[in-house]
């Protein structure tokens, strides 16, 4: 079955700063990609995704890169603020799998003010 | 709108009880996902229902778990005779799925299930 591997499992950056958190899949047939925000006491919200017939997708300050040869995607926050504060989790899924979602370990990114 | 709803928030059993989670997911959506999270095992995928039939089960970790579905919308997950390693947080997530769409899946908060 599909593996999600998410590194790093934590990180802290200086608000104003820039973060990026890296997801590797093993299954090839994967083509949907989905990150989510976790709060604490909260369920996972969904804050961008991105499919597999295209490279790279914005949204405000928030991006997501694909390069399916390498079966890698990355999560880009630009600007951090303290709100910003969460545990972001990757995933994974592909049309022949019902769609059910295989999560990356989760990364908690702190904001310093 | 209204989003997924999940009760009751917190649970607190002993162990041998069965106990049952409700999910209402948003309305209109068609494919409703259970998944379990705990700090060991991170986020566990458990069962997804297509309207109100369950082809995907795989993830159900022994018969003690099952789950229906009714009417194409509330889903319940009930977990029979209760052991400690059951504790964790139950999600419940939809989507407007029809198959084989990836249509964005939406979560509740959890049912936060402990054993004691």
């Known amino acids: 079955g599909e593996n999600v591997e998410q590194h790093p499992s934590t990180l802290s950056v200086q608000e104003g700063d820039s973060a990026v958190i890296k997801c590797t899949y093993s299954?090839?047939?994967?083509?949907?990609f989905p990150w989510y925000k976790q709060e604490l006491g909260k369920g996972p919200q969904l804050i961008i995704d991105i499919r597999s017939n295209v490279g790279e997708k914005k949204d405000q300050r928030i991006a997501v890169t694909l390069n399916k040869t390498a079966k890698h995607f990355s999560l880009h926050i630009t600007e951090t603020q303290p709100e910003d504060s969460a545990v972001y989790f990757c995933?994974?899924?592909?049309?022949?799998?019902?769609?059910?979602?295989?999560f990356g370990t989760g990364t908690r990114l702190t904001i310093i003010p | 709108g209204a989003g997924v709803s999940q009760s009751p928030s917190n649970k607190v059993t002993e162990k041998g009880k069965d106990v049952e989670l409700r999910c209402d997911p948003i309305?209109?959506?068609?494919?409703l996902y259970w998944y379990r999270q705990s700090l060991g095992q991170g986020l566990e995928f458990l069962i997804y229902?297509?309207?109100?039939?369950?082809?995907?089960k795989s993830g159900l970790p022994s018969d003690r778990f099952s789950a229906e579905r009714t009417g194409g919308s509330v889903s319940t997950l009930t977990i029979q005779r209760t052991q400690q390693e059951d504790s964790a947080v139950y999600l419940c997530?939809?989507?407007?799925?029809?198959?084989?769409?990836?249509?964005?899946?939406?979560f509740g908060d959890g049912t936060r299930l402990s054993i004691l």
């Open positions: 309305s209109g959506h068609t494919a």
């Open positions: 995933a994974a899924s592909k049309f022949t799998s019902g769609e059910k979602l295989t």
């Open positions: 229902f297509q309207g109100n039939s369950a082809p995907d």
């Open positions: 997530a939809s989507s407007a799925g029809e198959s084989y769409s990836n249509q964005p899946q939406h």
């Open positions: 299954d090839s047939a994967s083509n949907y």
